[in-house]
């Protein structure tokens, strides 16, 4: 006669009342330890697909909730990994961390993500909040902090990773790329094609505006002198990219190219250029940075700067992963970035 486990015994009694599920109880039902409950719900890729598959079926039919902290306590890991991104809205910063999610989740890792609304403040009081969690690691986006969010996570001891950027002033591991390197090579790329009367549109972001700075100073280089900016405050709307070519025009500049500090701004300037009737790229190139499906299917599709969020967002996974298993990580890993040329830069 089989076993009968503890809620069992208790639903015979008739005083189950609220008892919860245990470990030990789906261990029971599913006809294997306690040990490889734990395992198929926290290191899948520890166990069988047959065996993981039969567990978590276990798991749902007796809604089981696995208490995630008591394990923290008893091994010192919590299989939780934070974000902290500067906002859920822009589709770009989503394929970077759904691509660390794919990959943490393919490892028995959860994730728990936070906006900060591009605030180094409010970035502050989300770490505060997430530190008391215990990750077993955290990933930042970009690399400007507080002096206490440094402080901080220096004080916690678990590894971090700054995405989207790098600096030669890392917390810890930095997985991204050059703005300065991204402004360079737009300036000299779209030079090269003829491009002289140039505008810039775009937010008062950080990494934005190192991006622009980095244009302008290339173009003076090269003799373009006298580059018009529009710089608005966030958040990156098409919005932003109407109005940042609008004042333009209405301040007399006639640009023959922009570069926009976001794909969103660059397909209000698309927008804007419809309404006022001139031509892109014909009187008008105009270039974007995130390369997001909106900006592809655009009339006339959108050149851009491919940043290749999907595999910043593995190797930011692939860094931390390294860490926990106890290995050696590269404090900075490089993944580049890529100038696509569609028809709003295409001349005929």
């Known amino acids: 006669m089989a076993r009968k486990s503890r809620r069992e015994l208790a639903k015979d009694r008739g005083d189950l009342g609220d008892l919860p599920v245990t470990v030990k109880d789906v261990a029971l039902k599913a006809g294997v330890s306690p040990i490889t409950v734990s395992r198929a719900i926290q290191r899948p890729e520890l166990v069988s697909d047959a065996t993981r598959e039969h567990v978590l079926a276990v798991v749902r039919a007796m809604g089981y909730v696995p208490n995630l902290m008591a394990g923290a306590l008893a091994t010192s890991k919590s299989r939780l990994v934070a974000i902290v991104l500067p906002t859920i809205a822009n589709s770009i910063y989503a394929s970077v961390v759904q691509a660390i999610m794919d990959r943490l989740a393919e490892a028995g890792y959860h994730t728990l ?9 409010q970035e502050e009081a989300l770490l505060a909040t997430i530190l008391g969690r215990r990750p077993d690691g955290i990933v930042l986006t970009g690399t400007f902090h507080t002096q206490a969010s440094r402080e901080r996570l220096a004080s916690a001891g678990i ?34 094609k003829g491009y002289r009367r140039w505008a810039v549109v775009g937010v008062d972001d950080p990494r934005a505006l190192r991006r622009c700075k980095a244009v302008i100073g290339r173009l003076a280089e090269l003799g373009v002198n006298n580059v018009a900016v529009q710089t608005l405050p966030l958040p990156a709307t098409w919005e932003v990219g109407r109005k940042g070519l609008a004042n333009l025009l209405d301040a007399g500049e006639k640009p023959d190219f922009i570069f926009c500090s976001s794909d969103t701004v660059a397909l209000g300037v698309l927008a804007e250029a419809s309404t006022r009737g ?16 909106n900006g592809q299917f655009a009339n006339p599709a959108l050149s851009t700067v491919s940043v290749n969020a999907t595999e910043m967002g593995r190797q930011v996974a692939e860094a931390l992963l390294r860490r926990f298993d106890g290995q050696s990580a590269e404090p900075r890993v490089d993944t580049g970035f890529t100038i696509v040329e569609r028809g709003s830069t295409a001349r005929t």
């Open 278 to 293: 001139l031509s892109v790229p014909d009187d008008l190139a105009v270039l974007g940075f995130g390369d997001t499906l």
């Open 113 to 121: 993500v936070g906006p900060s609304g591009y605030v180094p403040e």
């Open 159 to 192: 590894p971090v990773v700054e995405a989207w950027d790098l600096s030669d002033d890392g917390l810890d591991m930095q997985v991204g790329f050059s703005h300065e390197q991204v402004g360079v090579a737009v300036a000299e790329h779209f030079f090269a």
